[in-house]
């Protein structure tokens, strides 16, 4: 569903971007809510960046927006995707009140003498839902079968040390599997080719495809295999800034869009209607099977077996961020409850 690589590739090369920016001044929020109340009436203007082009996770916003939520709530929402963006900058900018990030791809960016100004203040899906897909039948339907097959990698460090976690702690040696480049966007394609043997995929959209396309697959979750694993992707971040400035605006915002996802989770069918109507990219156009079928599985996944939509569980939040500092993958320690935040929820 998306190239995290290229996602954190673009975080990192933002942050000279940002020193740039911020060297020439910036406009600041009140200055913001002043002009657009003017433009808008009593609505006040919010941006939203998605993190891809319009696809399951989104889903609840443009329910939101469509029901006329947002605007009950006296905002007015722009949900835009700008490519080759890093969503996490355009929000840290403040070129964007809120985006769309992952945990995992979020650390780069905490990090460092210079963090982004971001805050995580919702979950969209309360589980990790990614795993490794293969060809059914060709054994890997465990880490260990990876040894000797090819795995099509994104090459980032994270993603290449849980897959060593979960081979090694299977009883395999990581250094026999076959790593390939993963440039795919049909990942069922590609197995089906024998392009690769294997490869990363969120099972709402890359297995749920598979079944549209009558693909027959083996799949294992990470988060079925290291608890550690079960980190929060997709997130809503904020701008710091923002939260700051105009808490209740974040609190109006969060409280329509967990209508949407709650109407999504009820209403499936209308709702992927909804997202198929409302994607302006045309990325959606073909696929409107494959939107329907993965909105029928994510229903169940938005809240799961949390207590209400968004929240984050600490302790999974900052087990994960402490997984990659003892292996080596940030080099900076973070504290206990560093980059989220429940308090928005309501």
Known sequence: MKNQTKKLILILLSFALLIGLASCGTVSNEEDSSADNKNNGELKKITFALDWTPNTNHTGLYVAKEKGWYEEAGLDVDIVFIEDSASATLCATGKAQFAIEA????????VGDEPLGITAVAAILQHNTSGIMSRKGDGIDVPQGLMDKTYATWDSPIELAMLKNLVENDGGDFSKVKLVPN??????????????DAIWVFYGWGAINADVQNFDYDFFFFKDLNSVFDYYTPVIIANNEFLESDPETAKAFLAATRKGYEYAMQNPAEAADILIKSDNTGSLKGSEELVKKSQEWLATSYIADAEQWGYIDPARWDGFYSWLYDNNLIDTSLPAGTGFSNEYLG
């Open 103 to 110: 945990q995992d791809t979020l650390a780069a960016a905490l």
């Open 183 to 196: 440039n795919f966007v049909d990942e069922p394609g590609a197995l089906a080719a024998k392009q690769t």
